[in-house]
């Protein structure tokens, strides 16, 4: 989506949909630079009050997912944050973001817990854990995928379809207005995951 003549002061659009990005921790900056390089306005969402607005979609970044998840309890924002995406939210997680999202997660704790997967924290390891993959994914093409300490998905429910594996794991799966990535699409320079969550969001 470009920036058009109803753009106002940044090159945003004012009829382009609005995006909540959880900023509590990690890689939520880069996903504000992503979002505004397609013309798209990013909100913040730090506390409670921050759910009220008329978000379009909800980014939930990298990060340490046990750190977002007891800050997102802390601060009162899990049960209403979850009923928001229950009730058709369109939500992308990326990595921490997709462990917030699993209803299973294998050595760790579920948070939001309300998309159909099961995911294994820290799958390619704590240290030596980071690599870069071309791969790819389904309805979009190759794309660079950058992977740190990730999670992969082990199992995933009826109704989510796996859009791309790496080395026989699933590392992007969707179930309706749920869309999950291993790895951080905001940290390349290619828009395509980001284009294609807003997709999501502009057409259902």
Known sequence: MDATEDSVPGGVSAAAPVIGVLALQGAFAEHESML????????????????????DGLILPGGESTVQGKLLQDLHMLAPMRRLIENGLPTFGTCA?????????EDGDTHLGIMDITAKRNAYGRQLGSFFALQSLSGVGEIPMTFIRAPYIEEVGKGVRALARVDGHVVAAQEGNMLVTSFHPELNDDPSMHRYFIDMVTHG
């Open 36 to 55: 505004a390089s397609l013309g798209v306005k990013s909100v913040e969402i730090r506390q409670l009050r921050d759910l009220d607005q008329n978000l």
């Open 97 to 105: 973001g997709l462990l917030l999202l699993a209803k299973r997660v």
